[in-house]
């Protein structure tokens, strides 16, 4: 088929998005719907669409997006239960690979994807490499918070379960850079997620870890809050929540489960009597609206940070709504340059610490 960016809108300024449409739970179809969807609501998005063409083609077609889409035949997909290690050595042809290699050759800006998360991370640190000075790249998540923005980030939330001082110092920096540039915030306030707020809580390696992330701050230009709790992850209190991937990946499955429990039990007790159905009918419009500000199809999307490119991680049961989300945070971080100026924040908060002197004053780079 022609190539669809021959041709962009005069005036436009063109983001290209990179999207694996096979590796979600619900199949390509309902990928390509939410492209479609991102298509209808934002005339500057362009989409390297990666499959298996011939499907592809029939599914833009259909919702004639084809003038918005470039497919890429990728022949093979990475199913959900691959080991990472498999997919290292034998994932190209895949498109998951196909996709991260459109970012990786400066074709697309971000790379978006609801395939299997382990195989994901695994190609993206193989094929895009780490930033210079970033030792582990993590996965950031959107928490529904109550600060004006309506989320906080935290992260790490999976990328790896281990993280040291000098690791949770750069999840800080790369989680102030994200806040920035995905949720507008000029000075985001970082907190260090702990087992209390008292500074004589928690082991060792976050006290260093709480110091480094202190004297980081005016570099990284952020508010360190200091610890924070559990209960602070959906407060008004911090916007960046900093904490080592096994935590993070817990907290953020309790959260899920726990609001999937609570729309249950909703459910549940409006449906018991005759007098409950009729107050669910008339508290319907707040019921909705509730249902919308939880729903986690509006903050569907992970960002692997601290890649020399941007990785979006879809849910794998996303459905059109959901991928929509994830192309509409793809979008934002690539309009705001987000990728050169994380790359930047980083080398710039090294070159800090470098030159900061010890505590007998000589020079830490001597």
């Known amino acids: 088929m022609p190539n669809a960016f021959d041709n962009p809108t005069p005036g436009a300024k063109r983001i290209v998005i990179s999207i694996d449409a096979m590796g979600g739970d619900r199949g390509p179809a309902a990928v390509v719907a939410g492209i ?39 022949p093979r997909a990475v199913a959900m239960h691959e080991k990472p290690s498999h997919v290292m050595r034998h994932g190209e042809g895949t498109s998951m690979w196909s996709a991260i290699e459109s970012v990786r050759n400066g074709e697309a800006t971000v790379a978006v994807s609801c395939g299997n998360t382990g195989a994901l991370m695994a190609l993206s640190m193989i094929r895009l490499r780490k930033i210079p000075g970033v030792n582990r790249p993590a996965i950031a998540c959107l928490w529904p918070s109550r600060n004006p923005q309506g989320f906080n980030v935290m992260l790490d939330v999976g990328a790896d379960v281990k993280a040291d001082a000098e690791d949770l110092c750069q999840f800080a920096l790369m989680g102030a850079s994200y806040a920035r540039n995905g949720l507008g915030l000029d000075r985001p306030r970082v907190g260090l997620l702990n087992v209390g707020t008292e500074e004589n809580k928690g082991r060792a390696e976050m006290k260093a870890a709480s110091d480094l992330i202190s004297a980081a701050s005016d570099a990284g230009s952020f508010d360190y809050v200091g610890y924070v709790e559990g209960g602070d992850l959906p407060s008004n209190r911090v916007d960046v929540i900093v904490t080592d991937g ?39 419009t707040s019921l909705r609206r509730l249902q919308k500000r939880i729903d986690p199809r509006r903050v569907n999307g992970g960002v692997f940070l601290g890649l020399n490119g941007t990785v979006v991680k879809s849910h794998g049961s996303a459905d059109a709504t959901g991928m929509s989300a994830a192309i509409k945070l793809a979008f934002q971080l690539a309009k705001s340059g987000f990728q050169e100026r994380l790359a930047a ?12 002197p010890n505590e007998d004053g000589s020079s830490r780079a001597e």
Not at 42 to 53: A, M
């Open 345 to 356: 924040r980083v080398a710039s908060a090294g070159s800090a610490r470098q030159d900061a």
């Open 36 to 74: 479609a969807m991102s298509a209808s609501k934002n005339p500057d998005i362009h989409f390297i669409v990666h499959g298996d063409e011939s499907v592809l083609t029939r599914l833009i077609r259909r919702r004639r997006i084809s003038h918005r889409c470039d497919i890429r035949h990728a």
């Open 246 to 284: 096994f935590t993070g990946n817990i907290a953020l499955k309790t959260g899920e489960g726990t609001a999937k429990l609570i729309g249950d039990f909703l459910k549940e007790a409006f449906a018991a009597t005759p007098l409950s159905r009729i107050a669910a009918l008339l508290a319907l």
